[in-house]
C-alpha cells in the first residue's frame, strides 16, 4: 500500500505579514515575490494540488502548478474583528482578550474561530487523507500549518503560539499507518 504523502507550503508573503498584522483576504506582497524571484521547486508525481480559499492561497498554489482545487478545510483561522489589526493595536484596545486568547487555546474573544476549534478542524482533515495515496500539495497558512503540527506531534495547545511558519516554507508529512513528521535535505525530493 502506497503512504499518503502531504507537504503544506505557507502561502507566500503578505502586506498584513509584513506588517505583522492579522490578515485580510489579500494579493501577495507583489514587490517581494518580484525580489525573491521564480519560485522553483522539484515535486514530481504530485497527485493533486490543494489550496484554501483565500485569494493569497489561490496566488501562490499557481506558481506551483496551473490546476488547484480550493479546499475549504485549508481557510485561515477565523480572527473575527481582529483581522488586520496588530498585535500593538490589540495591546492598547483590548489587551486582555488579547491575552485570554494567548494563554486559552478555546477562548476566541475575537468573534471568530478558537485555535482548538482550529485545531479539530485540520484534525479532522488530516483524517480525511489516510486513504489518499499519493503525494498531496497543500497551500495554506501559518496557523494551519502550526495546526497540523500539533495534531501530528500530539502538542499541548499551550505550544501553538511557539511555532514559526515563514512565507513560502514547507512542512512535509507523511501517512502510513500514522502521521508523521518527516524532515529532508534541501532540495531534495524523495523518490518515494
Known amino acids: 500500500m502506497q503512504a499518503t504523502r502531504l507537504t503544506l507550503i505557507c502561502h507566500a508573503r503578505t502586506i498584513a505579514q509584513k506588517q505583522a498584522r492579522f490578515s485580510v483576504d489579500e494579493a501577495l506582497d507583489a514587490d ?6 521564480q519560485v522553483e521547486h522539484g515535486y ?22 496551473d490546476e488547484s482545487r480550493v479546499d475549504p ?3 485561515d483561522c477565523d480572527l473575527g474583528r481582529w483581522r488586520g489589526l496588530s498585535i500593538d493595536e490589540l495591546l492598547k484596545v483590548e489587551p486582555q482578550a488579547l491575552q485570554t486568547w494567548l494563554d486559552d487555546a478555546e477562548a476566541a474573544p475575537h468573534g471568530g474561530e478558537s485555535v482548538a476549534r482550529l485545531c479539530r478542524r485540520v484534525g479532522d482533515w488530516l483524517a480525511s487523507l489516510e486513504t489518499r495515496a499519493g503525494h498531496l500539495l497543500a497551500v495554506t497558512h501559518p496557523f494551519v500549518i502550526r ?3 500539533m495534531n501530528v506531534l500530539g502538542c499541548p495547545a ?4 511557539r511555532i514559526d511558519i515563514e512565507p513560502l516554507s514547507t512542512l512535509e508529512l507523511r501517512f502510513n499507518g500514522v502521521w508523521r513528521l518527516r524532515t529532508q535535505e534541501p532540495d531534495q525530493e524523495s523518490p518515494r
Do not use: K, Y
Not at 32 to 37: E, K, S, T, Y
Not at 158 to 161: H, K
Open 73 to 75: 478545510a485549508l481557510a
Open 44 to 65: 514530481r508525481n504530485v497527485r493533486q494540488l490543494l489550496c484554501g480559499p483565500e485569494l493569497r492561497t489561490r496566488q501562490t498554489a499557481a506558481l506551483f502548478g
Open 32 to 37: 517581494w515575490l518580484r525580489r525573491r524571484g
Open 158 to 161: 499551550a505550544t501553538f503560539n
Open 147 to 149: 495546526a497540523a503540527l
